[in-house]
Nanobody
Framework: QVQLVESGGGSVQAGGSLRLSCVVS????????MGWFRQAPGKEREFVAA????????HYADSVKGRFTISRDNAKNTLWLQMNNLKPEEHGVYFC??????????????????WGQGTQVTVSS
């Protein structure tokens, strides 16, 4: 059984930074592609960033390029999302997601098989 646990959310002012973490247990972490998604109240879950199992391929939503960085440490079974210069419209619940795939990382929520419980990010203007 694969479990994902996010942490690191909180409240920041616009322009601030947060670093989200996702710890994965239950399977060999390096075999999983990982993604971060955001869901604001009343809206659909949207793609933020993704990284392949071996970390060689990374993808970002256009809106976060240059400000967010996705990374992973396969030895620590941990995924991170460093978020800089946060904007008020980027508030919401952030989820990490996983799928067994070493070389490709999808952008669609439906591509992923496993999800964490989410961590709340609030950005005030």
């Amino acid at each position: 059984q694969v479990q994902l646990v996010e942490s690191g959310g909180g409240s920041v002012q616009a322009g601030g930074s947060l670093r989200l973490s996702c710890v994965v247990s239950g399977r060999t972490f390096s075999n999983f592609a990982m993604g971060w998604f955001r869901q604001a109240p009343g809206k659909e879950r949207e793609f933020v960033a993704a990284i392949s199992g071996i970390g060689g391929s990374r993808h970002y939503a256009d809106s976060v390029k240059g400000r967010f960085t996705i990374s992973r440490d396969n030895a620590k079974n941990t995924l991170w999302l460093q978020m800089n210069n946060l904007k008020p419209e980027e508030h919401g619940v952030y989820f990490c997601a996983a799928r067994f795939s070493s070389t490709y990382a999808g952008r669609s929520p439906g591509w992923y098989d496993y999800w964490g419980q989410g961590t709340q990010v609030t950005v005030s203007s």
